[in-house]
């Protein structure tokens, strides 16, 4: 986490995500290069920032709206991308090893250069074209 990035963070309040949530939604116009590693970003509206480049491994996206973000080059690894509206988003090259990308809307998304396959989970997942990924059971059936 860069906490230079965001001005007067103390790392112990209770409602410390909530806080970051919001200085990161303020500051999305130009939030590139910014390590959010680990972070809690479920629910944010991060809508058209830019990101290019930005350390997101590991953080919470659960239900954000990546909405025409510019992603480029960011890396995504382990990150839990559940039902994220990625839609419109530049993700060339964004690294997404161990990803959870389950329901995750991708449809008219640039994927240039990026690896899906490195992603654990694309069930349920809206692709670039508007299909839709369907889920893979084991052999067992989960």
Do not use: H
Request: with cysteine; charged share 25%; aromatic share 8%.
């Amino acid at each position: 986490m860069d906490y230079d990035r965001f001005p007067g963070v103390d790392k112990t309040p209770k409602d410390y995500w909530e806080w970051l949530k919001k200085a990161v939604e303020t500051q999305k116009d130009d939030l590139s290069d910014a390590d959010l590693s680990g972070s809690s970003l479920n629910d944010a509206d991060l809508s058209g920032a830019n990101l290019r480049g930005a350390n997101l491994s590991a953080a919470d996206l659960t239900d954000a709206n990546l909405s025409g973000a510019n992603l480029s080059g960011a890396n995504l690894s382990r990150a839990f991308c559940l039902s994220v509206n990625f839609s419109g988003a530049n993700l060339s090259y964004v690294k997404f090893d161990d990803a959870d990308l389950s329901f995750a809307d991708l449809s008219g998304a640039n994927l240039s250069g990026a690896n899906l396959s490195a992603a654990e989970d694309l069930g349920g997942a809206t692709m670039p074209s508007g299909a839709r990924e369907q889920i893979n059971f084991d052999e067992d059936g989960f």
